[in-house]
């Protein structure tokens, strides 16, 4: 798989979209003071700027900083990561990709997770047929 792209996220700039989310904006030296073992503020720039290239932050300039916003809701950055996991490693399919899951001895549904999933499962059906 190629790991690179608009799509791809390394582990830190998973973590800096983390902080970004969480606080609804941040500077460099914000995402350094939230993010575990951080790197120093020049890589957190370099990678806030990466993230703006690949579309997924904007910034404005306050001051002497520049305050990095998310370009998209957390949940419809979501949806497109999981559109691409489904299409590289899964075929597009949804039931591969839980089934997947669900035989990974590491998975360990709850019994509510369990009743949420097939109650959207009956709601998918409903608006099908």
């Known amino acids: 798989m190629e790991q690179s792209g608009p799509l791809y996220l390394s582990r830190r700039e998973r973590q800096i979209m983390d902080v970004i989310y969480a606080c609804g904006e941040g500077s460099a030296a914000e995402v350094v003071e939230r993010i575990p073992d951080p790197p120093t503020r020049t890589a957190v720039r370099t990678m806030l700027r990466i993230l703006e290239e690949k579309g997924h932050l904007k910034h404005r300039k306050q001051g002497r900083e520049f305050i990095y916003q998310p370009t998209r809701a957390r949940q419809r950055a ?41 109650r959207l499962i009956r709601d998918a059906k409903k608006r099908e047929g």
Do not use: I, M
């Open 78 to 118: 979501g949806q497109s990561a999981l559109r691409g996991v489904l299409a590289t490693f899964f075929e597009g399919s949804l039931e591969k990709a839980v089934a997947a899951h669900l035989a990974d001895p590491a998975a360990e549904p709850t019994p509510e997770e369990l009743k949420r999933l097939a």
